[in-house]
Structure formats: C-alpha cells, structure tokens
C-alpha cells in the first residue's frame, strides 16, 4: 500500500505540472493560428481602393478570397494540436515511467524503448514504433465520443472562424468602413473566436496525456489497474464516470483498455492513478 501511495503522490504532482504545461499549450495554438491574421489583411490591403475602402462590386471575391485564409487556420492549427499532444504523450509517458522507476525502483525502461508496440489499447499503435509522435497521430485519426475525428473538429473550428471574419468584412465593405477599421475587426474575432482554440488545445491535449498514461499501465506488469480522479471543476459526465464500478473493483477502477476515460468530455481534466499489483503495493 506504501508503494501506491507514494507512486500516486508522484502522478498527482505530475498532473498538477502537466497542467502548467496546457497553459503554455493552449497559449501556443492561440498564437500559431493568431499568424493567419496577417493573410487577411494582405487580402484587405489588395481589394482597397485608393481612399482606403473596399469597392462593393468587389465584396464577392473577397470573400471567395477567405478559403485560402480557412485552409490556412486548418493546417495551422492542426499542426499546432498535433505538436500539443506530442509533448502531452511525452510528459505521461516520462512522467510516469520516472514515477514508477523512483517509487517501486524497477525498471520500465523497456516501454520507452520497445521498438514496436503490441498494445489492446490501442490498437493503431500496434506494429508500430509506440514513439509519442505516432501517439499523437494515431489519436489524431481515432473517432471520438463526439463522432468526430480531430481534422473534423479543425474543419468546424476553421470554418467559423472564416463564417465570422465574412460576416464582419460582408457588414464593413457594404458600410464603407476603412481598412483600418476592419483590420480591427478581424483582430476581434480573433480574439472571441480563440476559447475554442483553446478548448481543442486543452480537450487533445488531455486526451494524449491519459493515453499515455493508460499506455504505460497496460505495458507494466507491476500496474493492475487505473483510478479515474474526476476533474477540478466536478463536470456531471465525470462525476458520474468515476462513481462506475465497471468491474467489480471499486467505484472509479477501471482497466487500461476502458479508452472511454481518456477522453470523457471537452476541456475535461480528470486523470487516472495506478492501482498496483499486490506484490509490489
Ligand atoms: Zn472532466
């Protein structure tokens, strides 16, 4: 039971780091999907007349002009996530072997260095080098609660934003309004529109990290199984999953191969501890 206790202690103070960490991640793909706004100001700046308005006659092809900068936001942003849940993996997955390494002192060396994983859960990774970059890809690609995969997720976030930017460029251009002004109102839907950059940053983040951590367990013969602690803010979805007892273990005991915990709801921050066989507990 000692063993657990302080190998659980070490995974709290590793979430609670791993949280910085998504402040500067979600702070991240802001920023990288805040760089496309200099596209639509050279598109601003190529349609203005001489006084410095966009003619009407060519408020059309202005907007038109708007995909390039959507396309853009996408690969941007997908990129961006991509990188997010390449360090998020590589914190659960670091984090934890350290962890178990310096509590129970053994030695889980092998996970990080399998040359190819052979994993039930999660089964993409299977064959393949379990790196956290073919981590973070193999996430990217799996379906989620919501149905959808995280390119799916980019499309939406991507496509409002352009639905945005056409709405206020549509209203300016048909006002009269200068340049100027509309490069200040393009910069303010950016900045409205970036809780969701956020939110994707900080759900895919999550999402890499527990799988990470899930992964860590399902290679470990010394973990048996893992304990859902529900997120700081108490969401219903994730109180009510860690009140299940879906195996007899206990309320909130899970096995690694239940995927369904990594990824309960958006912006969720539950996380998982181990549960320990018994002779190393
Ligand atoms: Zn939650």
């Known amino acids: 039971m000692n063993n657990e206790r302080k190998l659980n202690e070490a995974l709290a103070k590793l979430h609670a780091d791993y949280l910085d960490l998504t ?3 979600q702070a991240y793909v802001v920023g990288e999907v805040g760089k496309t706004r200099v596209q639509v100001i050279d598109l601003l700046e190529e349609y203005a007349t001489k006084n410095d308005i ?3 006659a060519r408020l059309n092809p202005l907007l038109r002009d708007l995909e390039y900068v959507e396309k853009s936001i996408r690969t941007t942003a997908e990129s961006a ?5 390449d360090e998020a993996a590589e914190s659960g997955l670091s ?3 350290d962890a178990i390494q310096s509590t129970l002192s053994q030695s889980v060396e092998f996970i990080l260095t399998a040359k190819i994983a052979e994993s039930v859960v ?3 990774l299977t064959g393949k080098q379990p790196t956290t970059r073919n981590l973070a890809t ?6 989620g609660p919501d149905g959808l995969k995280l390119s799916d997720r980019v499309w939406q976030f991507a496509g409002d934003q352009r639905a945005e930017m056409s709405n206020v460029l549509r209203r300016g251009i048909i006002r009269g309004d200068t340049t100027a002004s509309m490069v200040r109102d393009i910069k303010n839907v950016y900045s409205t529109e970036d809780w969701k950059a956020r939110r994707l940053a900080l759900t895919e983040s999550n999402t890499a990290y527990r799988t990470a951590i899930g992964y860590v367990a399902e290679q470990s013969k010394f973990v048996k199984a893992l304990r859902l602690v529900p997120g700081a803010h108490h969401s219903p979805k994730c109180v009510a999953k860690a009140a299940e007892d ?9 096995l690694p191969s239940d995927t369904d915990i990594y990824s309960i709801h958006p912006n969720c921050t539950a996380y998982t501890q181990y549960i320990l066989s018994e002779e190393v507990r």
Not at 81 to 85: E, F, G, K, R, W
């Open 23 to 25: 402040v500067k991640q």
């Open 138 to 143: 193999y996430l990217a690609e799996k379906t």
């Open 95 to 97: 984090g934890t072997t």
């Open 246 to 254: 879906r195996h007899g273990l206990g309320a909130g005991i899970f």
């Open 122 to 124: 999660l089964r993409g």
């Open 81 to 85: 996530l991509i990188t997010v849940m």
């Open 54 to 56: 966009v003619s009407k």
